[in-house]
């Protein structure tokens, strides 16, 4: 089955820095998406990414979905300690009926 | 836009009861996930709907789980009888499209199995 290899594990910075994960799969996705969850709640998506190559921003928020189609990153600008929370990433393949396969988390902790 | 609604929020059992869950997706979205997610991973999808159709169950341990969507509308996700690895928080999803769309996620239901 599809696997999504998510890294770093876990992250610990400080205020103001900034902050990049990465997501890689064994298989070609035809959408990347990048979620938050925070303790208790749904993930909440942050953004997607349709096309290989493609950068897409929201806010201190950059994603780009690789030109392979096997992989994608996030990066945090500026982070803020409502910043802390754990990211996943999710990979969706049309072949599959665009079944979301996730990723297992980068939990990240941001130090005031 | 209302949310994904999901209830109970939380669920204590004892281990060999039963116990179900509900979910209203999105208005209008045709697609529905029930997601398992066990603490410290990721989620991990148990099925999808297309409409009231199951397009995707294969990850779904049909000896004691089993799920339902009505009329392409409401869901409810059944566990009997629950296992102690049963223990995790249970995501109901949905997408406006049959392909290739974000999926917005409900709160979720922790379930506890004792």
């Known amino acids: 089955g599809q696997q999504l290899n998510q890294s770093p594990q876990s992250m610990f910075i400080q205020e103001g820095e900034d902050v990049s994960m990465n997501c890689t799969s064994s298989?070609?996705?035809?959408?990347w998406l990048w979620y938050k969850q925070d303790p208790g709640e749904g993930p909440v998506l942050l953004i997607a990414?349709?096309?290989?190559?493609e950068l897409t921003s929201n806010g201190r928020l950059t994603a780009q979905f690789g030109i392979t189609r096997k992989d994608s990153f996030l990066n945090i600008s500026a982070s803020i300690p409502s910043d802390v929370g754990i990211y996943f990433c999710?990979?969706?393949?049309?072949?599959?009926?665009?079944?979301?396969?996730f990723g297992k988390g980068t939990m990240l902790l941001v130090s005031p | 836009e209302a949310g994904v609604a999901q209830s109970p929020r939380y669920k204590i059992i004892e281990k060999r009861q039963s116990v179900a869950f509900w979910c209203n997706p999105i208005s209008g979205h045709a697609t529905l996930y029930w997601y398992q997610q066990i603490l410290g991973q990721g989620p991990k999808l148990l099925i999808q709907f297309q409409n009231n159709g199951v397009v995707d169950d294969s990850q779904l341990p049909k000896d004691r789980f089993s799920a339902e969507r009505l009329k392409g509308v409401d869901s409810t996700l059944k566990i009997q009888p629950a296992k102690l690895e049963d223990s995790a928080v249970y995501l109901c999803a949905s997408s406006l499209l049959i392909q290739g769309a974000e999926a917005f996620f409900g709160q979720g239901t922790r379930l506890t199995v004792v």
């Open positions: 990414l349709y096309k290989a190559g």
């Open positions: 298989s070609i996705f035809n959408t």
């Open positions: 999710a990979g969706q393949s049309i072949l599959r009926y665009s079944t979301l396969t």
